[in-house]
């Protein structure tokens, strides 16, 4: 069985035509399967809309969101809803086709855990493009993961994945640096990528800086996270020999001056630059294993439903 979790917000002039779409291309490939369209607080016409595609097609779930929580929240939820043994997430704005879904699939079914989908040609404006770009390549060069491209939401999983990995914050766009980390399979498919149907997009450049913060969380969380003494012992041992060599460096001045007695060498105690280097590295390591131990507990503490609520759910399953 397929589950194809859409989230959505503010949506209304891509609904029926992305429903159709899906229709035509679920109803070829001949297995069981469900929509489930999660609105993340939308203010248009979209819950008019979903109300409607619910009340005709009963493959159609329908889950509500009291206000915007965010795509990862609306992941989430989807994921728990769900009852596919593959699960495809994709996007409203009908630029991830439909079509390429059987593709994935039998991608998937060659023996992978999670095929992410790499818009080759991907249809968005320049100052999309660019950054994204550079995102992607940090992504896979400080992950290890080759994928060309991190961002795209149209991604098919089998259960197992959606069921292991634990999602908040941004995590959305890292799914599969979470799932490489917990052993599963990962690879990527070409799929043609269209421009924005109607509406406009919900992402700015804001994000990028989340975006950078949440990757250092999850480097942390799949490579350090069962041993978190080779990261601030590495760490630990590197400042404290920098703090050797300059204290050899100050004690060899003392020397000189105090016994070589040359002159002209300041007096070592009453150097500030000395003590504010020393005090902005232990506050600088400070504040960073703060974050990351805090991550650490938070991880370890997380409950997904705490990331949203729920108005209502509408479903044909009793």
């Known amino acids: 069985m397929l589950s194809i979790i859409i989230p959505l917000l503010n949506e209304a002039g891509n609904l029926e035509l992305l429903h159709q779409k899906l229709t035509d291309t679920l109803a070829a490939l001949g297995r069981p399967y469900e929509i489930i369209f999660i609105n993340d607080g939308s203010v248009d016409q979209s819950p008019e809309i979903l109300k409607g595609l619910f ?4 493959h159609v779930v329908v889950i509500h969101f009291r206000q915007n929580f965010g795509k990862t929240a609306a992941l989430t939820a989807g994921f728990r809803h769900s009852r596919g043994d593959a699960i495809v997430t994709m996007d409203a704005d009908l630029q ?18 999670l095929v992410a989908a790499w818009r080759h040609n991907r249809q968005d404006p320049i100052d999309k493009t660019w950054p994204s770009r550079v995102f992607n390549w940090g992504v896979a060069t400080f992950s290890g993961l080759r994928l060309h491209d991190f961002n795209c939401g149209f991604k098919i999983y089998r259960r197992a994945v959606t069921e292991q990995i634990r999602l908040y914050s941004d995590f959305h766009r890292f799914t599969p640096v979470l799932a490489a980390g917990k052993g599963f399979k990962i690879t ?18 804001s994000r990028a800086l989340k975006g950078l913060l949440d990757f250092i969380t999850v480097l942390f969380l799949t490579t350090f996270l069962q041993h978190p003494l080779r990261l601030f012992g590495s ?52 504040l960073v294993s703060i974050g990351l131990l805090g991550e650490m507990i938070r991880y370890f503490t997380f409950q997904p439903e705490q990331e949203y609520t729920i108005r209502s759910v509408l479903t044909h399953q009793k």
């Open 96 to 113: 991830d086709d439909p079509a390429e879904i059987p593709a994935m699939v039998a991608k998937l079914e060659t023996g992978f855990d």
């Open 188 to 205: 990527e498919l070409p799929v043609q990528h269209h421009p924005r149907h109607t509406g406009k997009s919900k992402y700015g450049t």
């Open 55 to 58: 009340e005709r097609d009963p």
């Open 235 to 286: 760490s630990g041992i590197a400042i404290f020999g920098a703090g050797t060599l300059i204290e050899l460096y100050l004690t060899g001045l003392w020397l000189a001056r105090e016994v070589g007695g040359v002159a002209g060498i300041p007096p070592i105690g009453p150097r500030p630059l000395f003590l504010v280097g020393i005090l902005a590295l232990i506050l600088g390591i400070q």
